[in-house]
């Protein structure tokens, strides 16, 4: 066989190959979609991950199967993607804890910028600081100015150490140069039950669980920590309005996959999510849960993870927080 031949020969396997290849991409998806959840059934994860699932399971013409793995700070879930086949049937709808827990936990357990592939951002959901109605401070404003008067005093309770809703408080206090006690419970309904039964005067907690008991005149919110009012608490300024100019430390949603997932797989997911969250469904269902969607471009996503790891990173540091 001359030389010619061989390299004849030699490019119709490569062509073959990739011809191979993209007709399974282009094929893709052909069975259903697990969609891996950090957090037990029935929270505002999950909520949201299910109207999700319901509408990329529309769009990809396959089913997507929601997965719920809770369990160390979301670190068991999140392995188990890293873990899984970067093929684009294993994918994970995470929150912040994705980018805090590289800072929390010593050594890491896994580095999200490295061993994932940011799909889109789904939407935000906004951490809120209520109190009991007997409360003296009705905004934040006559908080800080209560906890100047007696540092370390005034108690605010969260789901747990290194919880979105400790976290945020946390970065609150720094930037307003007060300082509060956290009291940390085994999840929201605990805490939230003790703030209306006067055991501790604050609690942070995201929208969605303190709507029914604001609803109930229960508690009052004090302020939102989101960049935009909620929905579901129009009246109540963010922090920003409160005089923290460019404050946020809302709770957030995105998508994420494997590491070495094929572009056009990535690609195609996240032209799904991007028409889920302009339907009607979607938006609502966030909605409903205090929230709002947020599409956009993957870099855009991926921009926020690395900043946010950062701004984890800088507050586990100078405040020494430690998981539960």
């Known amino acids: 066989m001359d030389r010619r031949t061989v390299l004849t020969s030699l490019a119709g396997l490569a062509g073959l190959a ?25 929270g505002a994860v999950d909520i949201v991950a299910r ?18 793995k809770p369990g160390a700070g979301t670190n068991i879930a999140v392995r188990s993607v890293i873990d899984a086949a970067p093929d684009g049937y294993t994918l994970m709808l995470a929150a912040n ?26 939407g935000r959901v906004p951490v809120v600081i209520a109190a009991h109605p007997s409360a003296p401070y009705g905004n934040v404003a006559q ?7 007696q540092p ?7 789901p747990g150490n290194g919880a979105t809703p400790h976290m945020a408080v946390e970065l609150f206090a720094k930037a307003a140069g007060i300082e509060l006690q956290h009291v940390p419970y085994r999840g929201g309904a605990q805490a939230i039950t003790d703030a209306i039964g006067g055991q501790v005067p604050l609690v ?66 996240h032209a799904e999510v991007q028409k889920a969250l302009a339907g009607t469904e979607v938006r609502q269902r966030m909605a409903a849960v205090g929230g709002e969607v947020s599409p956009g471009p993957r870099e855009q996503f991926a921009a926020l993870i690395h900043a946010e790891r950062l701004r984890y990173e800088k507050l586990v540091r100078e405040t020494g927080i430690q998981p539960d």
């Open 97 to 122: 804890a994705l980018a805090a827990n590289m800072a929390l936990y010593q050594p890491a357990p896994f580095d999200a910028e490295r061993d994932l592939a940011p799909v889109a951002l789904v």
């Open 143 to 149: 908080l800080i100015a209560a906890a100047r008067a």
């Open 18 to 42: 990739l011809a191979g290849r993209a007709g399974a991409q282009a094929a893709y998806p052909g069975k259903p979609i697990r969609l891996v959840v950090g957090y037990s059934a029935g």
């Open 51 to 68: 109207t999700l699932g319901q509408s990329l399971a529309a769009g990809l013409g396959q089913p997507v199967v929601v997965e719920n």
């Open 152 to 158: 370390r005093r005034i108690a605010f309770a969260s």
């Open 204 to 269: 942070a907690v995201n929208a969605l669980e303190a709507l029914p008991h604001v609803r109930s005149g229960k508690l009052k919110v004090l302020a939102v920590l989101s960049a935009r009012r909620s929905g579901i608490f129009p009246d109540v300024p963010t922090i920003a309005e409160s005089g923290f100019a460019g404050f946020e430390a809302s709770v957030w949603y995105g998508l994420v996959a494997p590491a070495a997932t094929p572009a056009p797989v990535l690609d195609r997911l």
